[in-house]
Every structure is written in structure tokens, then in C-alpha cells.
């Protein structure tokens, strides 16, 4: 186990803020760093985030009192009990100290990027490390500049390698949060059609995802999707040649004989050369398989064994609306309403094809496409025919350019409101019913109805 000494005066030194308090006490170590005021124990840190509800430098006293041994604020509070480091930026702070606490590290770090597939992408990864590692990850959406900060002080001395989200929607985010992580090894799970509004098209995408590779350290690994256009381009960055997996058999990692049996999972075999492992995959979508060969071809780098690698993909499990198999007795409910864009929707569309009994489409606005987004949304509905949806419903203003790409048959409503008091019209027994839509759309209210039919 590593010993970490993290102190006061690290953090002083780091994020080049301004010390307030008693200099003797500089030497104090500092378990961890946190946001959350109720998260705030003996020997942390607590950093004052001025949010849109709240405003963290009126819980610093609190924290004190909870055990917390400084702040990390733009303001002292009066007569204040215990160091503070005052700083411009409390946020610009937190992604300095945190570079600085990643480099105490030396273990592998894997960080994950991609338009599509990147949480479960690192849930799967970190299933398959955890065979062998004790593994940090992510939690939930911390995957932005306030997100990652918060996910690498998370790291403690028992830890023997991370698994780190990386989520962006803009050019140079990625070199913020890369500075901070610092990836040993690296994955892109693909190039699609999302945050185009700044990105503008696939070609920003690619180009604002791949600022990650000026950051990597120690043995710098790169995995891709080579079924991805965009990435089979990528053929040396930085002087690495990247390593490919994916279904097609011109990769690297591939898969065979795959079977994709609806509710009951995924099984197909893993094949890297020589080496081949057969392994179920607990989850719906084909894309699954994918996110196992991102993980396999990690875990080998690691030096992970067969029967590793097939128990950690055994083990993955799904996360929060995303892919989750809901069964009532009366109808099946794909609840995938975390969030979408167009090639999730399509790639869900896939998933939902695998089901028996009439397949039912509710979906909803896609948001952040830019100035093509009417365009993206009409393409969606055309998938789902070509597909052989049986019945596609579409909510809210740019989704009834779905039921337009759809055609004849499809079902528009303008809010969400008006859609949940006519689904016991639309729903029969034996459906299967995928509900997917932009995080703002909240359709996760039309899973709570459809529970009740």
C-alpha cells in the first residue's frame, strides 16, 4: 500500500491561494476534499462552491464543527475557527489541488471518453479491474470540471488503480480535465453527433475528445472503437499507435458468435489472437459487447487472466435510466431516459429490436445538436421504420420532427403532461417500450406511469 502525505500547505502551495489561520497548524494533513458541506468529517477539507441555490461559504463554520480541518473559499468568514485558503476561483483552486493530488498517485488510471457508452463503458472496466484491483471509479455524473476534481480526491492510499468518466461539450475541456487525470491508459468509445452547438460536427467531436492524448502519462496506452469511422483515423497520436477493438473482425480485440437473447443478456466470445473467452454479458444492447473489449484489451494490458476478465464481465451492472430492464407483469420498459443523442437513440433502437411482442418507441427531445438538429431528429424517426418499430410516440417540440421521419402511424405530443394522460390508450399488454430522451425532458415521469398500467 502507498502512503500518501496530503497537508494544508500542499494545498496552499497548489492551488497558490492565500493562507488564513495559524501557521503551525500548515503541517495538518487532509484526508480528502469535499463540496458537500453534509459530507464534511474529521480531517477534511471543505471547499465553498457559490452555486445556483446555495452558497457552500455559508456552511463552512458547520463544516468546522463537523471535524473539517480548513477551507477552500473566495471569502473568510468572520472571526473564522480554522485555517481558510482564500482564493479567486474556489472551482479554478479545486482543479489545481487536484492535479496536484493525482500526481501521489502511481497506479494505473483509465480515463474514459466518447460520445455514447462512457459510464457503462467504465462500469464495465471497472467490473473487470476489480478482479484484480482495488478499483476507484466514478460515481454517477461526476465526469465534468467540478465532477472529476471531486472523483480524484476520492482516491486513498488503498487503492491500486482508477477508473475515471470524462465528459465535455466543448474545445478545451478536455485539456482541463486530462490535466487533472492524468490517464495512464485511454478509451474512446466513439465520435457521434452530440454537443454541436460548440462542436459543430463529428470532425469537432473527434478533434475536442483527442486533446485527452497530450495529457497521458506513465506507459501511455490508447484503446479505440475501430468500428467508429472517425477513430479508425487515429492511427498515431503522440507517438503511440493506438490499439483497436470492436465487432468487426479487422480489429485487434473482436468478438464471436455473438447472441443477443433480449432480457436474458448477451453471450459471446472475446478474441484477442490466440486468446479467446467466452462471456455473458448481463446487460440488453449488442453495444455491450464493445465495452467488454475495451475492458478486455485493458485488463490484458494489465495482466489480467482469462477467468479474471469473464467473472469481471459477468459481474457489470447497469446504472441508474440507462439500458434498465423494467418488468411489470403487462409490459417490458427499457428505461434509458438518462440522456440521448442521436446515435444512442439509434443504438437503443437496436436494443429494443431484440424484444418480443410489439416494439414501442417513446421518445423525446434530443438536445445540444446544434443547427442540424431538426434534421437529427427526422433521421431518428426514419431509423425506427427502417427498424421495424411498430409504433413510435414522440414528446415535446423538436421530437415531432421523429414522428415526421417516422411517417404514417406515429403518435406526436407536445408535453410530456399531455402524453402521460393518453398512454393508457396507447399501451397494450406484451409490449416492449423503450423510453428515451434528453436528461432535460425528465421522461423518467413516463416510466413512473407506465409502472402503474
Not at 63 to 69: I, K, Y
Not at 73 to 92: F, G, H, M, Y
Not at 147 to 152: E, K, N, Q
Not at 305 to 328: H, M, P, Q
Request: contains cysteine; hydrophobic residues 40%.
Amino acid at each position: 500500500m502507498i502512503t500518501i502525505n496530503f497537508t494544508i500547505n500542499d494545498i496552499v502551495k497548489a492551488c497558490g491561494g492565500s493562507y488564513v489561520g495559524d501557521e503551525a497548524l500548515k503541517q495538518t494533513e487532509v484526508r480528502t476534499i469535499v463540496t458537500d458541506s453534509r459530507k464534511a468529517e474529521s480531517g477534511f477539507c471543505f471547499a465553498a462552491i457559490k452555486g445556483e441555490r446555495s452558497d457552500g461559504h455559508a456552511y463552512i463554520e458547520q463544516c468546522f464543527e463537523q471535524g473539517a480541518v480548513c477551507a477552500i473559499c473566495e471569502s473568510v468568514p468572520q472571526n473564522p475557527t480554522k485555517p481558510c485558503i482564500v482564493v479567486e476561483s474556489t472551482l479554478t483552486a479545486l482543479k489545481r489541488v487536484a492535479e496536484f493530488y493525482r500526481s501521489l498517485f502511481n497506479i494505473p488510471v483509465v480515463g474514459i471518453t466518447g460520445s455514447v457508452g462512457k459510464t457503462s463503458t467504465k462500469e464495465m472496466v471497472a467490473a473487470v479491474l476489480s478482479q484484480k484491483f482495488n478499483v476507484h471509479k466514478t460515481q454517477g455524473n461526476f465526469n465534468n470540471e467540478l465532477g472529476v476534481p471531486i472523483t480524484l480526491f476520492g482516491l486513498n492510499e488503498s487503492h491500486t488503480a482508477a477508473v475515471v468518466e470524462m465528459g465535455i461539450s466543448d474545445f478545451g475541456e478536455m485539456t482541463r480535465l486530462a490535466k487533472m487525470v492524468r490517464p495512464t491508459h485511454c478509451i474512446i468509445t466513439n465520435i457521434g453527433n452530440c454537443h454541436l452547438e460548440n462542436l459543430h460536427d463529428r470532425d469537432g467531436v473527434l478533434k475536442a475528445k483527442t486533446e485527452v492524448f497530450d495529457y497521458m502519462t506513465g506507459n501511455r496506452e490508447i484503446f479505440l472503437n475501430g468500428d467508429d469511422d472517425k477513430l479508425a483515423t487515429q492511427k498515431d497520436r503522440e507517438g503511440i499507435a493506438p490499439v483497436y477493438f470492436g465487432i468487426d473482425t479487422a480489429n485487434e480485440y473482436y468478438a464471436e458468435d455473438i447472441e443477443n437473447n433480449g432480457a436474458d443478456g448477451i453471450s459471446c466470445t472475446l478474441v484477442h489472437g490466440q486468446r479467446k473467452i467466452p462471456v455473458h454479458i448481463d446487460a440488453l444492447g449488442t453495444y455491450m459487447v464493445s465495452n467488454a473489449l475495451a475492458a478486455f484489451a485493458v485488463g490484458e494490458s494489465l495482466g489480467m487472466t482469462d477467468e479474471e476478465i469473464a467473472n469481471g464481465v459477468a459481474g457489470y451492472k447497469t446504472v441508474g435510466s440507462r439500458d434498465n430492464l423494467i418488468r411489470t407483469g403487462r409490459i417490458n420498459i427499457i428505461d434509458d431516459c438518462y440522456n440521448a443523442n442521436p446515435n444512442s437513440v439509434m443504438g437503443a433502437i437496436d436494443t429494443l429490436m431484440n424484444f418480443k411482442g410489439r416494439r414501442v418507441c417513446i421518445l423525446g427531445d434530443m438536445k445540444e445538436l446544434g443547427e442540424n438538429e431538426l434534421e437529427l431528429h427526422q433521421r431518428v424517426g426514419s431509423y425506427a421504420k427502417e427498424k421495424g418499430v411498430e409504433l413510435l410516440v414522440s414528446v415535446g417540440p423538436l421530437a415531432e420532427k421523429i414522428k415526421v421521419g417516422y411517417g404514417d402511424g406515429a403518435l406526436w405530443f407536445e408535453t410530456v403532461e399531455e402524453l402521460i394522460d393518453s398512454l393508457s390508450g396507447i399501451v397494450k399488454d406484451g409490449d416492449s417500450i423503450l423510453v428515451k430522451a434528453s436528461r432535460a425532458m425528465k421522461l423518467e415521469r413516463i416510466v413512473d406511469e407506465l409502472k402503474k398500467i
